[in-house]
């Protein structure tokens, strides 16, 4: 799922002017689950904005990255001088495409794709690099683990099991080699893994997917 | 064929220098450096802004070595830049007459002085190899289409005996040979004991008579020093034997030197190991006692 974590307080209120109509719009799926901006973080958002003298209200729609979710909360959205987005970083685009006359702030930031490891730790698993290889490699991602995204195993940096850069970082190339090493598929890692096509990934751009045989 | 490859060719025993370029525009600073090492070593090995920190280009150093009479070794890392950038500048050194190549990965950038700057890592040390193999080889660029010229070239790697998992570091030495590497250079050499349990399986391996092995060591000036190289470099062990040696020591310099040549001393007698190469950050005026020390002067005849 998309993992994202709430601004500062004290930036959202930097995007807000005194007595204007504040909706906090929260989004139902990741970060809800992700607890960052469902129904209950929208709900303490606009309570404390409300406690802070502003005239806040507070909504949630199931996904704010698709468009049918938005146009449905459009009367909550209409009334509103200014929205503050629980979203996503697709979530809050979505919406402001659609309301382009409304301003509109993001009031989180999104940080990756990930899974929730352990109650309230969440780690990163995917990039979208737009080309899967992850069962050459024990099922561990090195685009997205790696510190250097690197194809042919461990830098030099590697120790006892942690990244050189942070060391509450496990080395992706140890947890692949120890997975591998497990299922006696060492000799996986002895080829060559050439240079990648990284036009797949977003080095290449906005990226888009057209689906011939689902368009109307 | 580069001076440091016909001396690795002739079974010389071969010795390099770490040289660190300025952070600054002062070419003096690596003219002196040359002067003092010149006499003493086969050929220097100029950083690619080594610790992710900023510094005078390995290009632009390994030039101005050259019009010192030095022969260069240019770093080149995939931190910094991608296949197109990395392919470019392998041409220009090439028509400016470097020979000699390290292929590395190149150190995170959170540990430099940039810390707020986007990687690259477009390609990895493996894959620069391959691409500048075939560039010199097959006259193509990465994406197979053809180039003009002769290329010389000597391509190096780096090995990391003492990083984990440790198991892995010969499969990897080995993934480098074959993708082009004709000598490695090693991390740092303090603890003798596992580097010659790597070289046992690197001889079994068949990989030094494939490549040129050149051991890497560092002369360090203090206690202080080596437990930094203990606690702080990735890839480096340190025994606290070593430890305990320095802290004993009445004059902690020439501890340094000892442990330094002892070290050489017992390296010159493990076989597969072709040479040494050493790192004497920020203390490159120290070589030529260590070279001397260490019965490696003079140098032999470069052709």
Known sequence: MIIAERKPIKEIFSFLVPGEKVLVLGCGTCVTVCMSGGEKEARELSSLLHLKGWEAEDSTIERQCEPEFNLKAKEEITHADTIISLACGVGVQTLAEYFPEKKIFPGLNTTFMGMPKEQGLWEERCWGCGNCTVHLFGYICPVTRCAKSLLNGPCGGSKSGKCEIKPDRDCAWQLIYDRLKKENKLEVLYAIQPPRDWSTSHYGGQRKMIREDVRL | ?303
Not at chain 2, 37 to 62: E, G, M, P, W
Not at chain 2, 129 to 145: A, H, P, S, T
């Open chain 2, 1 to 303: 064929m580069s001076a440091l490859q016909e001396i690795l060719r002739r079974g010389e025993f071969a010795v390099t220098a770490e040289v660190g370029p300025p952070k600054g525009v002062n070419r003096e600073v690596i003219e002196k450096k040359c002067d003092q090492i010149c006499d003493f070593v086969d050929a220097v090995n100029i950083t690619d802004n080594q610790t992710a920190i900023v510094r005078l280009s390995s290009f632009a150093s390994c030039l101005i070595a050259k019009d010192k009479g030095i022969e260069p070794v240019m770093q080149m890392v995939c931190r910094d830049r991608n296949r197109i950038a990395l392919q470019s500048d392998f041409l220009g050194a090439c028509a400016w007459g470097v020979e000699n190549f390290l292929c590395l990965s190149g150190d995170h950038q959170s540990m430099g002085n940039h810390p707020q700057s986007k990687n690259v890592f477009d390609v990895d040390s493996i894959q620069l190899l391959q691409i500048l193999k075939n560039m010199r080889d097959e006259k193509v660029f990465q994406n197979g289409e053809p180039l003009k010229g002769e290329i010389k070239a000597f391509l190096g790697a780096g090995a990391s005996p003492f990083a984990d998992p440790l198991e892995f570091r010969v499969i990897r030495l080995a993934k480098k040979i074959s993708a082009g590497a004709q000598f490695i250079q090693t991390q740092a050499v303090f603890d003798l004991e596992i580097f010659s349990r790597f070289m046992e399986e690197v001889r079994k391996a068949g990989l030094d008579k494939k490549a040129a092995i050149l051991a890497g060591v560092i002369p360090v000036k203090s206690l202080s020093a080596l437990r930094y190289m203990q606690n702080e470099v990735p890839g480096v062990v340190v025994p606290d034997s070593l430890v305990e040696r320095m802290k004993k020591a009445k004059d902690p310099k020439e501890e340094g030197v000892r442990i330094c040549v002892e070290t050489i001393e017992q390296l010159k007698k493990i076989e597969g190991v072709r040479g040494v190469h050493i790192m004497a950050i920020s203390w490159e005026s120290i070589v030529p006692e260590i070279v001397k020390e260490a019965n490696l002067y003079p140098r032999p005849e470069r052709s």
